[in-house]
């Protein structure tokens, strides 16, 4: 089992990233896909969370600003994070799990974990 997170780097406040989370040995149809982030001295937290049915859900910090999507074809998950913000520096990750939609940000619910990509916004 991989997942694998890309696509994090150095952005000023207002731009844009486009984070990736390639995913194989598992049944991709079979689970739900979240990105959580974790800022230095902070609990990590989630961010975003979409279903094999692709719907989808955001925590308030960022809704209107991110979006998240999946190929079910390439077995590939994207967070579009625009409009970044100093306060979403942190490292992001990607997990693969079958929550019940009501605890789809508790991250121990989550069976597969990616390394992480750094995001760091400066101002």
């Known amino acids: 089992v991989q997942l694998q997170a890309s696509g994090g780097g150095l952005v000023q406040a207002g731009g844009s990233l486009r984070l990736s989370c390639a995913a194989s040995?598992?049944?991709?149809?079979?689970?739900?896909i979240g990105w959580f982030r974790q800022a230095p001295g902070r609990e990590r937290e989630g961010v975003s969370y979409i279903r094999s049915g692709h719907s989808t859900s955001y925590a308030d910090s960022v809704k209107g600003r991110f979006t998240i999507s999946r190929d079910n074809a390439k077995n590939t998950v994207y967070l579009q994070m625009n409009n970044l913000k100093p306060e979403d520096t942190a490292i992001y990750y990607c997990?693969?799990?079958?929550?019940?939609?009501?605890?789809?940000?508790?991250?121990?619910?989550?069976?597969?974990w990616g390394q992480g990509t750094l995001v760091t916004v400066s101002s």
């Open positions: 997990a693969a799990g079958r929550p019940v939609y009501s605890a789809r940000f508790t991250s121990n619910l989550y069976n597969y």
């Open positions: 040995g598992f049944r991709w149809g079979d689970y739900g």
